[in-house]
């Protein structure tokens, strides 16, 4: 497990990532598998909740394995987004690497009344 020395980068490449959060389950929104030879700056991260009238909680957890496996480290732990309204996670100032063999995973407190927009650079 190997992370690319980031000064002397051969590529990076933008990624954004779109996710409807249907059901209160753990879902996987972004995962640098063990052999990637690359490392994700993460940009961005939105949380909308798309529901008029109530609101919706949301958990952000970055894992110590890649698809959701391994230990949760919070980034966000339930915290509760106004109707119509955007909780931002991550942006340019807060940015985070993920490493090989780590992954960053979302579970809403509601189903169907979270979207999720992340956005960040695959560097190797």
Do not use: Q
């Not at 954004?16 to 879902?27: E, I, K, P, R």
């Not at 909740?49 to 966000?76: E, R």
Request: proline share 2%; no cysteine; aromatic share 4%.
């Amino acid at each position: 497990m190997t992370a690319p020395n980031i000064v002397d980068v051969g590529t990076i490449t933008g990624k954004t990532n779109y996710f409807a959060l249907s059901s209160t389950n753990a879902t996987v929104i972004a995962t640098n598998t063990a052999s990637s030879g690359k490392v994700f700056k993460v940009n961005s991260l939105v949380v909308a909740n798309v529901d008029g009238a109530t609101a919706a909680d949301i958990t952000i957890t970055v894992n110590s394995a890649d698809d959701g496996a391994g230990t949760a480290y919070a980034l966000a732990k339930t915290i509760s987004v106004p109707a119509d309204a955007s909780l931002i996670v991550i942006d340019k100032s807060t940015a985070v690497y993920l490493e090989e063999d780590r992954s960053i995973v979302a579970t809403a407190g509601s189903a169907n009344d979270l979207e999720i927009v992340i956005s960040y650079e695959e560097i190797s």
